[in-house]
Each structure stands twice: as structure tokens, then as C-alpha cells.
């Protein structure tokens, strides 16, 4: 199976964001995710808000077919 070259997006990205980045998708390798609650808010700081994260996360996990990994 040989493999495939990198798709890039025409997209237009917000004046915000850095110029001349290359975004690379369907690489087939690991991407990282990482993300901060607004202001540092504690918005998961119960079981019950972890277990919601964790079933959207998985629902996501299973439409889209990705790997979780830790």
C-alpha cells in the first residue's frame, strides 16, 4: 500500500492566526490536542462533567474513526 501525498486545505483562517503554516490532514500520523478551560475554570472538575467530556469525546471517537491515545 503506497502512500498517499498530504492533502492541504484552502481555507481562509482567521487574521489571528499565523501565516505561511502549512496544514497537513489525512497524514495518517498522531496529531496532538490540548486545550484549557476559559479563564482556567474548574468546567471539569466533577465526575459527572468528566463523564459528559468522555461521551462526547468517544461519540466523536466512533462517527469520525480516530485513535485516542495516552
Known amino acids: ?3 498517499k501525498a498530504p492533502r492541504t486545505l484552502n481555507v ?3 487574521l489571528s492566526m499565523t501565516k505561511g503554516l502549512v496544514r497537513y490532514h489525512h ?3 498522531f496529531h496532538f ?4 478551560c476559559y ?3 474548574p468546567y471539569l ?3 459527572q462533567q ?5 461521551h462526547s469525546l468517544e461519540t466523536m471517537r466512533l462517527r469520525y ?3 485516542v491515545s495516552g
Open 33 to 36: 490536542l490540548t486545550w484549557s
Open 12 to 14: 481562509a483562517y482567521p
Open 50 to 54: 468528566k463523564d459528559a467530556f468522555e
Open 27 to 29: 497524514t495518517g500520523g
Open 39 to 41: 479563564r482556567r475554570r
Open 1 to 3: 500500500m503506497g502512500l
Open 45 to 47: 472538575a466533577s465526575a
Open 65 to 67: 474513526g480516530f485513535v
